[in-house]
């Protein structure tokens, strides 16, 4: 029981990381309607990026998070301006818009793996001692992540509720045509969004990192199928049910530890992915022209 | 001189067998439309269940271990190979392939390849981990043993054959009636809906024969090395058929035999050459997964129809009739309705 508790605790953690994750892949679909295959490799951008700045460069570690979780935005933004952009305005049809995709996610990884090799790496942080609360156990890093994640999402809802940006992101998920005749710059709402996409996917890198704490240039990689579970979970391009979506696939994957080995964690995820393909493809709170 | 012709038989069991991976995901992809991003994990499902049907029991003591180790001859162990990388294609479709949008597939496929990739890593039981079977039964073994050349000269005629015979199968298939389905349900799935084709089954067919051909390919190139293991099945090798198919030109097998010789024989044979780096000994194969990526984008934006270009169907045109001219309720209208019509 006191094991399963325990897991409880570790699913609220992963939670966080992939509800960071799970949101930035949901609000780049929802704008541009196409799944960014590089996404994983935005991971592996913010790591390293945030080791640069902390262990090369000597700057404090949250600044090095921040100045990581804006590159990797910026490295986002200029991808989509640089590459993906072009490709949607030639109005490519979408195999081909995937297909690029998926070959940037071959040419980011093999860029990072020239810049970083292949060795394990740590941030400089201290390792405290696990902190118990109540029935839960958590090291320091772990409760920042949770408090990293709500911010971000209570700052997401802001966005999308209370700022013009947030609106015409909404607006353009929910009808590109329309918005775009009603005065909605989507050019510039676009290339916002694949920043904030970017600097979520940085964001919840370095925060995965901090979760495993001694990580690779492709430890985001392999968690790339756990965020699409999570996002058609939640609806495909439905920023609220992404974040369900993470909190629930957290959850099951960490639980099932209690009862399966840890090794099984990605094979669960697979599972809850395919049975949701199966029964309700549309996600928990389906979205209207999507899927 | 030893040395050449065994160098230039490998060379060509190479060019063969990524012409079949090609051949395969040219059905898949350019006949039909379906987005596989794991072709390799179709290739490595033929490759291991040929080994453990035609290894002997595994021999505990070696430390090596793997299921099965059946020690059925060859002819029959291929069979088997083949059969689970079309169940595979058959496991994967029926995931995936009922969901309209094209995204489900690819992350499905994607899913699949970084699951099997782990559980046959991380599980030494099943295929010997991350270490891999080696010492797998070669075929012609008996009478290939005059000259360390033979088995690769014997096994570069098979393969051709194997190809030759994929090949002819891929061609016709594309001509048949089946193969327009699978065309038009590339174009648009909602137009053969309406004509009452059942496009799942369609679909589900070009997965499963195509996922049948890669296989094929991975039983040989196990068969040719005698050895497999994870680290020669990466996302980087799927990329590799992907390049050659994108540049060769989709759903035109002529572009697919291209495509192989253009990226899998000449220019991943030709970065071998370049020496290594000592402080990046990694230095080389990733630039190569880099150019290899940039190539998939920069041949979909300047060449989308590959270097072969798919041929435009061509069809007999029959002159139209006024059918309003002469019709009278009851008749056929117009009586010569070109088969045209009917196809596109």
Same mark, same amino acid.
């Given at each position: 029981?006191?094991?399963?508790?325990?897991?409880?605790?570790?699913?609220?953690?992963?939670?966080?990381?992939?509800?960071?994750?799970?949101?930035?892949?949901?609000?780049?679909?929802?704008?541009?309607?196409?799944?960014?295959?590089?996404?994983?490799?935005?991971?592996?951008?913010?790591?390293?990026? *945030?080791?640069?700045?902390?262990?090369?460069?000597?700057?404090?570690?949250?600044?090095?998070?921040?100045?990581?979780?804006?590159?990797?935005?910026?490295?986002?933004?200029?991808?989509?301006?640089?590459?993906?952009?072009?490709?949607?305005?030639?109005?490519?049809?979408?195999?081909y818009m995937l297909i690029v995709t998926f070959g940037l996610s071959l040419v980011l990884d093999n860029l990072l793996q020239i810049f970083y090799g292949v060795d394990f790496f740590q941030y400089p942080v201290a390792q405290s001692s696990p902190v118990t609360i109540g029935p839960f156990s958590f090291t320091n890093a772990?409760?920042?992540?949770?408090?990293?994640?709500?911010?971000?999402?209570?700052?997401?809802?802001?966005?999308?509720?209370?700022t013009r940006l947030g609106k015409a992101m909404r607006a353009m998920s929910d009808n590109m045509d329309l918005a775009r005749s009603s005065g909605i710059d989507t050019k510039n709402v676009t290339r916002w969004t694949w920043f904030i996409s970017g600097c979520l996917a940085g964001l919840g890198g370095i925060v995965? *990192?901090?979760?495993?704490?001694?990580?690779?240039?492709?430890?985001?990689?392999?968690?790339?199928?756990?965020?699409?579970?999570?996002?058609?979970?939640?609806?495909?391009?439905?920023?609220?049910?992404?974040?369900?979506?993470?909190?629930?696939?957290?959850?099951?994957?960490e639980i099932s530890t209690s009862f399966i080995s840890s090794a099984y964690k990605q094979d669960i995820a697979f599972i809850v992915l395919v049975l949701m393909l199966l029964l309700r493809p549309q996600g928990l709170i389906p979205a209207k022209g999507k899927a | 001189m030893t040395l050449i012709l065994g160098?230039?038989?490998?060379?060509?069991?190479?060019?063969?067998?990524? %012409?079949?991976?090609?051949?395969?995901?040219?059905?898949?992809?350019?006949?039909?439309?379906?987005? %596989?991003?794991?072709?390799?994990?179709f290739m490595a499902f033929g490759a291991y269940f040929y080994a453990v049907f035609v290894m002997p029991h595994a021999d505990n003591s070696s430390q090596v271990f793997y299921i099965l180790g059946l020690h059925w001859p060859w002819p029959l162990a291929m069979l088997a190979g083949i059969v689970a990388s079309g169940a595979l294609g058959y496991l994967v479709g029926l995931i995936a392939l009922k969901r309209l949008r094209s995204d489900y597939l690819a992350i499905v496929t994607l899913a699949t390849g970084t699951l099997v990739y782990g559980l046959f890593g991380n599980n030494n039981k099943l295929f010997d981990g991350w270490s891999?079977?080696?010492?797998? %039964?070669?075929?012609?073994?008996?009478?290939?043993?005059?000259?360390?050349n033979e088995f690769s000269w014997i096994f570069v005629v098979?393969?051709?054959?194997?190809?030759?015979?994929?090949?002819?199968?891929?061609?016709?298939?594309?001509?048949?009636?089946?193969?327009?389905?699978?065309?038009?349900?590339?174009?648009?799935?909602?137009v053969v809906d309406s004509f009452g084709k059942n496009s799942f089954k369609v679909r589900m067919l070009a997965m499963v024969i195509g996922s049948v051909i890669v296989g094929i390919g991975g039983v040989l190139t196990i068969q040719y090395i005698g050895a497999l293991s994870p680290a020669g099945w990466t996302t980087g090798e799927?990329?590799?058929?992907?390049a050659a198919l994108l540049v060769g030109g989709r759903a035109n097998n002529l572009g697919a035999i291209v495509g192989s010789l253009l990226v899998a024989v000449i220019f991943n044979e030709a970065t071998r050459?370049?020496?290594?780096?000592?402080?990046?000994?990694?230095?080389?194969?990733?630039?190569?997964?880099?150019?290899?990526?940039?190539?998939?984008?920069?041949?979909?934006?300047?060449?989308?129809?590959?270097?072969?270009p798919e041929k435009k169907a061509s069809f007999l045109e029959v002159p139209l009739v006024d059918k309003y001219a002469q019709g009278f309720p009851g008749e056929e209208p117009g009586g010569t309705l070109s088969p045209a019509a009917s196809e596109a």
């Open positions: 029981m006191t094991i399963f508790l325990l897991n409880i605790g570790f699913g609220l953690v992963t939670a966080s990381v992939l509800s960071l994750l799970s949101v930035g892949l949901s609000l780049q679909f929802g704008v541009t309607n196409f799944v960014n295959f590089a996404y994983g490799s935005y991971l592996g951008v913010g790591m390293m990026l *945030a080791y640069t700045f902390s262990a090369t460069l000597h700057f404090p570690f949250w600044a090095a998070a921040a100045l990581g979780t804006i590159f990797t935005g910026v490295v986002s933004m200029v991808i989509a301006e640089g590459v993906l952009e072009p490709f949607a305005r030639r109005r490519k049809s979408l195999f772990q409760l920042e992540i949770i408090a990293i994640a709500v911010v971000a999402m209570v700052g997401v809802h802001l966005l999308l509720s209370r995965l *990192a901090l979760n495993i704490v001694s990580f690779q240039t492709n430890s985001g990689e392999t968690l790339l199928f756990v965020i699409f579970a999570a996002v058609i979970l939640g609806g495909i391009g439905q920023t609220y049910g992404a974040m369900l979506g993470a909190l629930v696939i957290g959850m099951v994957t | 160098y230039v038989a490998t060379l060509l069991v190479t060019f063969f067998t990524y %012409n079949i991976f090609v051949i395969g995901l040219n059905i898949q992809f350019g006949y039909a439309g379906i987005l %596989n991003f794991t072709v390799i994990t891999g079977l080696f010492n797998v %039964n070669q075929p012609f073994q008996s009478v290939a043993t005059n000259h360390p098979f393969s051709g054959v194997v190809m030759l015979v994929v090949w002819l199968f891929a061609n016709r298939l594309y001509a048949s009636p089946l193969g327009r389905s699978m065309r038009a349900i590339r174009e648009d799935q909602d799927t990329f590799v058929v992907w050459y370049i020496p290594q780096v000592p402080s990046h000994p990694n230095l080389i194969p990733n630039l190569r997964n880099v150019i290899i990526g940039g190539l998939v984008i920069l041949s979909i934006w300047f060449r989308p129809q590959g270097v072969v």
